[in-house]
């Protein structure tokens, strides 16, 4: 089976081509980095118009790089929730008019979900139960996942999401948008151990997030208390070692939290996925944390971030099982 997949639900306008397997045949991906960056962050308006402007040709060049013609299709899958609404419709509106048009089944994708299924984009055996790790820029998000596609929400962030922390973490060290690869970089020349951040782990037993403290903790270390130099405080660290040890210390935390998860589900097999399991200090600082114990399934480097792919490898296994949505399908902000 073959699915034409489309993803717009945040700032990167994405359609590829998945054949059972799962093999990606075409991953085409226009990221709006560009459009958003004067502004430190996505701006919702823009990002909806800019997929109005892009995805046609995005779908064109995915069709034309699979070699495939849209009657060799099986499905037209979508990421229809959760995301910014505007954005979210684009593609939602978009695969409705293609499934119609094409006569093919519609397949409504969560993104979230999409992401725990990026690490078979890379060979990876995910079909047993595991704790799933979702570490992107909108969501901190642990489940239960059961290898028959369901899952149970076990816990997540209860303010900033890990992703918008490091792009937080950025701006306010004025490294530039995104935060993410910009932080990771610095950190490469930083020492890991020179600040003193809080680790925030909350009750004995929470599978709770919380990133607000560290983000102040790093604002007053570079502005000095509360804050009070408009700019760089004269004896502020370097931001090498703020990045340095912004990274040691949520990695600490997501490392705990991995090994609570770990316990109380009996598992030790943990499916990651989301932008920022695209860091490679993340990679190996979580599996130098967890040791042998814990095996650490991570998606390949380009399917870490948004794509069209991973919507693509779950909208299959969901096509297997024959599941398919009507045109009746709505795009959903929330998860
Ligand atoms: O999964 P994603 O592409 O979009 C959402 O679903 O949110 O994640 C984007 C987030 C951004 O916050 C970005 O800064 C972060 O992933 N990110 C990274 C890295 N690359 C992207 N964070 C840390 N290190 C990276 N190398
Ligand atoms: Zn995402």
Redesign the pocket.
């Given at each position: 089976m073959k699915v034409l997949a489309i993803e717009t639900?945040?700032d990167?306008t994405a359609a590829a081509v998945v054949e059972s397997g799962p093999r990606v045949l075409s991953d085409v991906v226009f990221s709006q980095v560009a459009e958003h960056a004067p502004y430190g962050g996505v701006v919702p308006e823009i990002a909806s118009r800019s997929h109005v402007e892009q995805l046609t040709a995005v779908i064109e060049d995915a069709l034309q790089r699979s070699g495939l013609e849209p009657n060799q299709l099986d499905a037209v899958a979508v990421a229809h929730r959760p995301?910014l609404i505007g954005a979210l419709m684009v593609g939602v509106t978009t695969a409705k008019a293609l499934a119609w048009a094409w006569d093919l089944p519609l397949i409504g994708v969560n993104?979230l979900e999409a992401?725990l299924e990026s690490a078979a984009l890379g060979g990876q055996d995910i079909t047993g139960p595991c704790i799933g790790v979702v570490?992107?820029?909108?969501?901190t998000d642990m489940y239960r996942v059961d290898g028959d596609g369901n899952s149970r929400w076990l816990g997540g962030t209860r303010d900033d999401?890990?992703?918008?922390a490091?792009?937080k973490v950025?701006a306010v060290l004025g490294l530039g948008y995104?935060?993410?690869?910009a932080?990771?970089k610095a950190a490469l020349e930083g020492d890991g151990s020179a600040v003193k951040l809080p680790r925030t782990l909350l009750a004995d037993d929470s599978l709770d997030f919380s990133f607000s403290g560290i983000k102040t903790a790093v604002l007053y270390s570079w502005r000095g208390a509360n804050a009070a130099h408009p700019g760089r405080a004269p004896d502020a660290p370097e931001p090498e070692d703020i990045c340095a040890s912004f990274q040691q210390a949520v990695f600490d935390v997501i490392a705990e939290k991995i090994r609570r998860a770990c316990r109380q589900e009996s598992l030790n097999t943990v499916l990651l996925?989301?932008?920022?399991t695209?860091?490679?200090a993340?990679r190996e600082g979580l599996a130098d944390r967890l040791g042998d114990e814990i095996e650490l399934l991570f998606p390949p480097l380009r399917f870490?971030?948004?794509n069209a792919a991973m919507i693509g490898a779950l909208a299959l296994r969901r096509l297997a099982k024959g599941e398919r949505d009507s045109l009746e399908l709505v795009a959903e902000a929330q998860p």
């Open positions: 639900t945040c990167e995301g993104h992401h570490l992107s820029g909108g969501h999401a890990i992703g918008e490091f792009d950025s995104p935060g993410g690869p932080v990771e996925g989301g932008g920022v695209a860091n490679a993340l870490a971030t948004d």
